[in-house]
């Protein structure tokens, strides 16, 4: 068990570039100074985490904990938790659920297949900010996690 050590990748699995680079200031802004890693798709997504098509050859470790979104086109963010939480080497890693979605039967869903946490994704940038560095605090600073490997 440790801590995610700031060299540890953070994987964000995101389509919309406005909610990206959101994601990616609102972590400047809490200090953040983890890697980042983007997919912008839920394929992209599972390609890197599984090393097939373009990360065949790739050495990028695997990340220390993962922000899906929920609504992608394509495979979409709930076939991906499922792909990541029924896999032995994969199941352990902290994925939280960032969207726009407060739907109860999107939230039950996220939980029941394996999701570490479900946040909302706040609409002003204040709001948005504030809840990363809680993110950050939390599941960076204070959460003890089991190693992956």
Same mark, same amino acid.
């Given at each position: 068990?440790?801590?995610?050590?700031? +060299?540890? +990748?953070?994987?964000?699995?995101?389509? %919309?570039?406005?909610? &990206?680079?959101?994601?990616?200031?609102? &972590?400047?802004?809490?200090?953040?100074?983890?890697?980042?890693?983007?997919?912008?798709?839920?394929?992209?997504?599972?390609?890197?985490? #599984? =090393?097939?098509?373009?990360?065949?050859? %790739?050495?990028? %470790?695997?990340?220390?904990?993962?922000?899906?979104?929920?609504?992608?086109?394509?495979?979409?963010?709930?076939?991906?938790?499922?792909?990541?939480?029924?896999?032995?080497?994969?199941?352990?890693?902290?994925?939280?659920?960032? +969207?726009?979605?407060?739907?109860? =039967?999107?939230?039950?869903?996220? #939980?029941?297949?394996?999701?570490?946490?479900?946040? =909302?994704?706040?609409?002003?940038?204040?709001? &948005?900010?504030?809840?990363?560095?809680?993110?950050?605090?939390?599941?960076?600073?204070?959460?003890?996690?089991?190693?992956?490997?």
């Amino acid at each position: 068990m440790s801590k995610i050590n700031s +060299t540890q +990748t953070i994987l964000i699995v995101e389509d %919309s570039d406005d909610d &990206f680079e959101v994601t990616e200031l609102a &972590f400047k802004e809490a200090n953040l100074i983890n890697p980042i890693i983007r997919c912008d798709d839920g394929q992209d997504a599972l390609d890197l985490l #599984y =090393k097939e098509g373009r990360y065949s050859n %790739s050495d990028i %470790s695997l990340p220390g904990i993962i922000l899906l979104d929920l609504n992608m086109p394509g495979l979409d963010g709930r076939k991906v938790l499922r792909k990541i939480k029924g896999n032995e080497r994969l199941k352990e890693i902290p994925v939280i659920i960032l +969207t726009t979605s407060n739907d109860e =039967k999107d939230i039950d869903e996220c #939980y029941k297949i394996g999701a570490n946490t479900y946040i =909302k994704k706040p609409v002003d940038m204040e709001s &948005f900010v504030a809840s990363i560095k809680r993110l950050k605090e939390y599941w960076l600073e204070i959460a003890i996690l089991p190693r992956v490997d």
